[in-house]
């Protein structure tokens, strides 16, 4: 039975398709205006980094240069994320809106639809909807189009150099920061790459003022996220909640009455055990918010007949098939951490090993060249610290 | 009489061994031609440059179902390339095939969400049905059996692919109604 003790929110999916409307409106007002009224909503990148979004396109409008690119971030490939799926079926001239906006802030002409390879069934519908789109442009004198890239079955792309690479027609490898995007981003131009949902959010954030948006959520994580619920769940879906709620506040909405542990984040993310449900929260770190964990929206509960060694074991498998490769620490380390959690459940090594493996993570976190092999360590750590019984026995 | 057959079978199997030959020969040439109108045809609408590399190798794919190293060479000279380059390109993406494949190409979700709710079953139910293991593909070459990372379906898991068509909420009775289905396409 669903509780509903969290407030549902409804402006992502809801109904409404004036995009016309909100051109023209938001077309009279000064980039800067613009620029400002983003910064003060609140808004942060969702795809789980949290990069404040009107800092970006600030920075961005700011960059010289005679082109300039926005990109949409569509290859969601986190395990348990399926929001942006949902939003580019059934809402996407919002993220059109967004991205057109930010082309004429930035001056941007062009904009991408990086999708990935899993969603290719998506294609049709979404470029139906955006020749409609670009009819609307050429109604409000816009000089904006957006193509759709496909991915092909690289989870990496999803790193933001890593699509640009791969939309370079090189293999998905990551870069080295800084340059950050915004100056030196796809084909060296300044470039503005934003999450799906990110985008859908500027909509609101345009259409109704950035205060609807900042009243929602709590200090330093404002707004509203959607979450994608899976796992062991009698309600798994797509929800819209407010930012700041509590682990615990979650599991009395969504879980089974058995939850032993949620992932936060996905397999990227943190695993939370029952015992700390009351002290985690969900949202971006934060001086007033205490402990609060990032997420893209990933949002997995288990209950107590999942073995956490399992769990574990299928995500360092991921995370070994999805490593570029480029780096040792990544490559060489996702392999070791496998192999390692496998031969101390055979008895094949001691215990004790574990601490080895846990310091190993601490390397990788510290020169991984990218946040796929940097954020190994937050499964990995927070699973064999809290569940260290399971790994053994 | 025994000398006359014997004298006769070198000439049979020399001319055989010659029909085939060329038979293989034409064939190949044939492909070879396809490769590379199909080549041409995806430079013309994508352009040279190798932001387009991505682009022109998912079209060959599409239509040969793998990218054979024939056609990165192709490929490689039409864009200005060295064959290494676009062979880099094209082994790093996991759609990318550079082995034959079957006509339908099956994957089947294995991350985190769909192993809990039972892909391993799901991928027994195939084998079964397809009489092939996991990395196979069918002697008519119509079925391959593959496994891929998140599809983004864990709240309707097990899901898979079948080439572009997602399957969700799948179950064994499930699996072999849709493996039917698709034994009755062409």
Known sequence: ?393 | MFCIIKYHIPILSEIQTITVNQTQNNYKEAHMTIIQERVKELIAKYGKGRENLLPVLQGVAETERYVSEYSMTVIAEAMGLSSADVYGTATFYSFMDTTPRGKYIIRVCKTITCFMKGKNQILLALEEALKIKLGETTPDKKFTLLETNCLGWCHKAPAMLINDDIHVDLTIEKVHEIIAEYKQKS
């Open chain 1, 1 to 393: 039975m669903v509780k509903n003790t969290l407030k549902r929110i409804d402006l992502i999916f809801k109904h409404e398709d004036d995009c016309k409307e909100i051109l023209q409106k938001t077309m009279q007002r000064s980039n800067e205006e613009l620029i400002n009224e983003l910064i003060g909503s609140g808004l942060k990148g969702r795809g789980g980094a949290g990069f404040p979004t009107g800092l970006k396109w600030k920075l961005t409008s700011e960059a010289e240069s005679d082109t300039k690119y926005i990109i949409c971030n569509a290859d969601e490939g986190e395990p348990g994320t399926f929001k942006d799926r949902e939003i580019l079926t059934r809402v996407s001239h919002k993220v059109f809106t967004g991205m057109a906006l930010c082309g004429r802030i930035i001056g941007a002409p062009v904009g991408y639809i990086y999708l990935r390879g899993e969603y290719k069934y998506l294609t049709g519908q979404l470029q139906e909807e955006l020749d409609k789109f670009h009819k609307i442009c050429d109604e409000v004198g816009l000089d904006f189009r957006i193509k759709i890239f496909m991915g092909y079955g690289a989870y990496i792309c999803g790193e933001e150099n890593s699509l640009f690479e791969s939309m370079e027609g090189k293999r998905g490898e990551p870069r080295n920061k800084p340059p950050y995007p915004t100056e030196h981003g796809y084909l060296g131009k300044p470039t503005v790459i934003n999450n799906v949902e990110t985008l859908a959010h500027t909509w609101t954030i345009f259409k109704y003022g950035a205060k609807k948006f900042r009243d929602l959520g709590v200090q330093d994580s404002r707004g509203s996220k959607l979450f994608s619920v899976s796992g062991d769940t009698p309600n798994p879906g797509i929800y819209e909640l407010e930012l700041g709620m509590t682990v615990e506040e979650f599991v009395e909405d969504f879980g089974d009455g058995d939850c032993k542990a949620v992932q936060v984040g996905g397999a990227s993310g943190f695993c939370v055990p029952r015992k700390k449900f009351r002290e985690i929260a969900i949202g971006y770190q934060g001086k007033l918010t205490g402990i609060s964990l990032p997420t893209g929206g990933s949002m997995m509960l288990f209950n107590s007949s999942r073995s956490m060694y399992n769990l574990l074991s299928n995500y360092l498998e991921f995370f070994t098939e999805e490593s570029c490769g480029q780096c040792t620490p990544c490559r060489v380390g996702t392999q070791q951490l496998l192999q390692g959690i496998r031969a101390v459940k055979r008895g094949e090594k001691q215990a004790a090993y574990l601490d080895k493996l846990l310091a190993l993570t601490e390397t990788m976190k510290s020169t991984a060249k990218c946040g796929l092999g940097q954020s190994v360590a937050n499964s990995f750590q927070s699973i064999v610290e809290n569940f260290r019984e399971e790994m053994i026995y």
